[in-house]
């Protein structure tokens, strides 16, 4: 079965950075649209970055400068370079995965596949 799993979340200080992973498993990896969403309480998920099969990337103008998406196709790991953090960076990261065109290689809507997410917390 299709697994995605995110690592590399944590607690750090405004300013601080961190560098999520996730590690997909059960699909062709290299044929898939990787993207990076967050949730925050009480708000709700929204993209900030992804990645297409063809390399190309885009992120959320809240991120742009700062965050920086990449993939390694053999490794079948899609990473999250996440520098110059803001306490409004606090969230739930998942990992979304989608094989199809359209969707979220357009900034449209999810893909099929979600990871369980990793917490990133920043201080003040």
């Known amino acids: 079965q299709v697994q995605l799993v995110e690592s590399g979340g944590g607690l750090v200080e405004a300013g601080g950075s961190l560098r999520l992973s996730c590690a997909a498993s059960?699909?062709?990896?290299?044929?898939?649209?990787m993207a990076w969403y967050r949730q925050a309480p009480g708000s709700q998920r929204d993209m900030v970055a992804v990645i297409t099969r063809y390399g190309s990337t885009n992120y959320a103008d809240s991120v742009k400068g700062r965050f920086t998406i990449s993939r390694d196709n053999a490794k079948n790991t899609v990473y999250l370079q996440m520098n110059s953090l803001k306490p409004e960076d606090t969230a739930v990261y998942y990992c979304?995965?989608?094989?199809?065109?359209?969707?979220?290689?357009?900034?449209?809507?999810?893909?099929?596949?979600w990871g369980q997410g990793t917490q990133v917390t920043v201080s003040d």
């Open positions: 979304n995965a989608d094989p199809k065109p359209f969707r979220v290689a357009n900034w449209a809507r999810p893909g099929d596949y």
């Open positions: 059960g699909i062709i990896f290299s044929v898939n649209h």
